[in-house]
């Protein structure tokens, strides 16, 4: 089940953020959290998420797999 394209492109812009800001050591994360309103989110790098509420998981498998927009 993939997510909105929206909150995809907003996980895509976070994590690209995240690789520029740490070129030198790269985690690859499990996702990435999206909050639905603001588009603002942050890396996890953990299993099983908490999300706090209005957040979204966009799992690392849906942000190599989807098309760019």
């Given amino acids: 089940m993939f997510s909105d394209p929206t909150l995809i492109k907003a996980a895509r812009r976070i994590y690209l953020g995240y690789i520029q800001m740490n070129s030198k050591f790269i985690k690859q994360p499990y996702g990435v959290a999206v909050d ?15 999300l706090l509420p209005g957040e979204c998981f966009i799992r690392f498998s849906e942000l190599e797999t989807e098309q760019a927009c």
Wanted: a positive charge; aromatic letters at 6%; zero cysteines.
């Fill in 36 to 50: 639905r309103d603001s588009l603002r989110g942050h890396l996890i790098f953990r299993e099983k998420p908490i």
